[in-house]
């Protein structure tokens, strides 16, 4: 792309395309030319500002873009921005328009955010409430009983395939959060119709350590049409030895399979957690005013190491950071403590 051309010349170019895809349904690169026009958030969130005031719904569905890419691009267009798009969202009827503005919000990760796609998600437009909730997870509120959470949890039983799909997904993946509620949810997806929405869902409980996870991810290991890329690492989280047999009898490659397997292997986990166990001692040992320390995510895969407190704390997946020290454990604490002395 001709990086020379203003952002004035970028939006122009935009628009073009946006108003011919009206009849032909190809933006062409309408969503490039607008993303490197908001690179410069300052004069592209006035150009936005423009056009999300303008009568013609094309041009404000292209400002609801600009102002939410300048807004991904420009931390400090974030809170205007989403004032901006609130107040739209209170008189925009046009439903391109709301599509647009569902994406735009999203990318302020401004809480205001999360009532306009509550609003959205009941919107007769099945398109739309697919957008919604596709756009949550930036306005996550971290509530298992928060509104965001209220609204996937009605999105997941849409009677649109694709809409349950994003709800699934957005509720299993990207929430960090459990609750009866959720977990019911998503128990009730396992059974849906649509092959997505079942994987997503038998994985989202995977990631909650349902144990009625265990049988469903079974019964999708050997299932002979193929499984959702998120199976063999929900295995992994799950990390019970149930699921051995089924991931040693699974055919098609997948890059997670050592990682699961050696997850739900009793022996290799123990092995593990005493490498990890054994990262934190050495670290005291060499240095004791470190605070280190390991855990396992909840909602993720792996041992992560953590050394310092506060604002300063180093992170560390310790199966990539053993990797990065060639298998060697005296290395692995070389390398933290080298990077603890310089941060």
Not at 71 to 87: F, H, K, P
Not at 263 to 289: G, I, K, N, T
Not at 313 to 324: E, I, M, N, P, T
Request: charged share 25%; net charge negative.
């Amino acid at each position: 792309m001709d990086d020379t051309r203003t952002a004035p010349e970028l939006v122009a170019e935009a628009l073009a395309l946006a108003r011919a895809a009206v009849e032909t349904e190809d933006r062409g690169e309408c969503g490039a030319l607008l993303w490197q026009a908001a690179k410069d958030g300052a004069a592209a969130a006035p150009l936005g500002v423009e056009l999300i005031a303008s009568d013609d719904p094309v041009e404000r569905a292209v400002g609801c873009e600009l102002l939410g890419d300048a807004s991904d691009q420009n931390e400090w267009l974030r809170d205007d921005t989403a004032g901006r798009l609130v107040a739209l969202a209170g008189r925009e009827t046009d439903v391109e328009v709301l599509n647009r503005l569902a994406a735009a919000i999203e990318r302020t990760y401004d809480p205001r955010g999360v009532a306009v796609l509550v609003t959205l998600a009941g919107h007769p437009d099945a398109e739309l409430r697919e957008q919604v909730a596709r756009s949550f997870p930036g306005l996550l509120t971290g509530r298992p009983d928060g509104p965001d959470i209220r609204a996937l949890l009605t999105l997941c039983r849409d009677p649109e395939d694709e809409v349950r799909n994003w709800a699934t997904f957005t509720l299993g993946f990207q929430a960090e959060v459990d609750s009866s509620a959720i977990r019911a949810a998503l128990m009730e997806r396992t059974t849906d119709p649509f092959p997505e929405v079942r994987e997503e869902a038998v994985a989202g409980l995977a990631r909650r350590h349902d144990p009625r996870a265990v049988p469903l991810l079974v019964e999708l290991l050997a299932d002979p049409e193929g499984t959702h890329s998120f199976t063999v690492s929900a295995a992994t989280i799950m990390g019970v030895p149930e699921l051995l047999p089924a991931l040693a009898a699974y055919e098609r490659e997948d890059s997670w399979l050592p990682e699961a397997m050696a997850a739900c292997d009793p022996v290799r986990r123990a092995e593990a957690d005493a490498v990890a166990w054994a990262l934190v001692s050495e670290l005291h040992r060499l240095s004791p005013a470190l605070d280190a320390a390991v855990h396992m995510p909840r909602f993720d895969p792996g041992i992560v190491l953590t050394v310092g407190g506060g604002a300063e704390v180093l992170r560390y997946d310790v199966g990539s950071l053993l990797a990065r020290a060639d298998g060697d454990s005296r290395r692995a604490v070389e390398l933290v403590a080298s990077d603890a002395a310089g941060s």
